[in-house]
């Protein structure tokens, strides 16, 4: 038990389908992160929120969508996905953006396009 | 051009050996490198971290070990233990930002 908890762990949609991935952390941290794994590839940090604002976009087109309603839970809207978009989606969090500190990862969610 | 690097996508050891991993890196800035672990279906799980000032860090079984001038650490596994097959990634930043850069990982087979 990591402290990190995704839902759903598994998604297949169509690609005009809108879904959403959900992230909450039970550690009392005020940074939040949306990684994106796909196969053979290293991790991609996708965006970046401390204390609910974003502070990093890592040029993720616009079909995806954050939202963070408060330091505990994060959301990943997604709308009119590509197939390139299948991988698996991970969510991290941290104490804060300041002090050389671990990431804590979620199980991840597994989405596959249609 | 991927920035951290682990060369090696498998690696096969004998329970009780030592297992060593590898990563480089090309940027020299970075300056806080962490290891996680993960199993098939389960999020990485942190391992071991070393900050720049050091240049090694242990802890139980696992040592990590960093060479600024050649821009290479590597994680030591002894001894090696079946339950540590897992794929291995190495991840560096730069202090005070949690923009990690990832490796590709390393799959670890421990052979009974």
């Known amino acids: 038990e990591t402290g990190v908890t995704q839902t759903p762990r598994h998604l297949v949609m169509g690609m005009t389908n809108k879904k959403s991935l959900k992230c909450e952390q039970h550690l009392g941290h005020n940074a939040m992160y949306w990684y994106k794994q796909s196969a053979k590839k290293p991790l991609e940090l996708m965006f970046v929120y401390n204390f609910k604002e974003q502070t990093e976009n890592n040029s993720v087109p616009s079909r995806f969508s954050p939202e963070c309603p408060n330091s505990s839970h994060l959301f990943l809207h997604l709308h009119t996905l590509q197939p390139e978009d299948s991988a698996l989606y991970l969510c991290?969090?941290?104490?804060?953006?300041?002090?050389?500190?671990?990431?804590?990862f979620g199980d991840g969610t597994r989405l596959s396009i249609l | 051009d991927q920035q951290v690097k682990q060369n090696s996508p498998s690696l096969s050891v004998q329970e009780g050996r030592i297992s060593i991993l590898n990563c480089d890196y090309t940027?020299?800035?970075?300056?806080?490198f962490l290891w996680y672990k993960k199993y098939p279906a389960e999020g990485p799980t942190f391992l071991i971290s070393i900050s720049s000032i050091k240049d090694k860090n242990e802890d139980g079984r696992f040592t990590v070990f960093l060479n600024k001038s050649a821009k290479h650490l590597s994680l030591h596994i002894v001894p090696s233990q079946p339950g540590d097959s897992a794929v291995y990634f190495c991840?560096?930043?730069?202090?005070?930002?949690?923009?990690?850069?990832f490796g590709p990982g390393t799959r670890l087979s421990v052979l009974p």
């Open positions: 940027n020299s800035m970075f300056d806080y």
């Open positions: 991840a560096a930043s730069v202090t005070g930002g949690q923009n990690f850069v």
């Open positions: 991290a969090s941290s104490q804060d953006l300041l002090v050389n500190q671990p990431q804590h």
